[in-house]
């Protein structure tokens, strides 16, 4: 049976990368952007240089509508869907929690918390045994934030990561007799472009001093986590959490 992955936010990063090993462990893979399609076509294409079957599909997971046309695509375009990587999500500019606005924090829930929510409804209404599905898989993209708090800089998205915890942890009970594991991947201080999106381009080397390993990590070290994740080797994993933060 053909193997089916949806990698949210796939266009650059820890989504690019992980679509990269998927697609060499022969998963046909849906590569989602909300933005750069520059970026996900390369994807695609090196994808499909190095004999992989891949497509993009454009979608801001923090839109209902976008979403559920997303996956109608997948399911056109490369069938029913067996795995899912929820990674799209966004950091904003550093601050305290007593200048945060609700518009920010707003984004925020809606992008990284209810996002994650929707794409797995939908993950889930294709996998499941219930459903008519065979199975399947759902990684979420968490992170050591959520353990550490992010304190006068992304409390905010610390939390947001929090709430996907507590989530992980509920889907994969709710789901675990209907065929699918659902786990979490917790990465550290990751060499990624998120860093310059919250406006602190430089943050995970300067921070590389307070990890145990005295280095930062690369976006193929928490891939090839998620990929094990997904893949049969994983078979009796599911509600846990797979930290790739070099010990912090």
Known sequence: MDQVLLITGASRGIGAATALQAARRGWAVAVNYASNSLAADEVVRSIRAAGGSAITVQA????????????????????????????????????????????????????????????????????????????????????????????????????????????????AKEVADEGIRVNAVRPGLIDTEIHASGGLPDRAFQLAATVPMKRTGSADEVASGIVWLLSAEASYVTGTFLDVTGGR
Do not use: W
């Open 60 to 171: 801001d997971v923090g839109d209902e509508a976008q979403v559920m046309a997303m996956f109608e695509k997948v399911d056109a375009k490369l069938g029913r869907l067996t795995a899912l990587v929820n990674n799209a999500g966004v950091v904003d500019m550093q601050a305290r929690v007593d200048q945060m606005t609700v518009a920010r924090l707003e984004r925020m829930l809606r992008i990284n918390v209810i996002g994650s929510f929707v794409c797995a409804r939908e993950a889930v209404r294709r996998m499941s045994t219930r459903h008519g599905g065979s199975g399947g898989a759902i990684v979420n993209l968490s992170s050591a934030a959520a353990r550490l708090g992010s304190p006068g800089q992304y409390v905010d998205y610390a939390a947001s990561k929090g709430a996907i915890e507590s989530f992980t942890v509920g889907l």
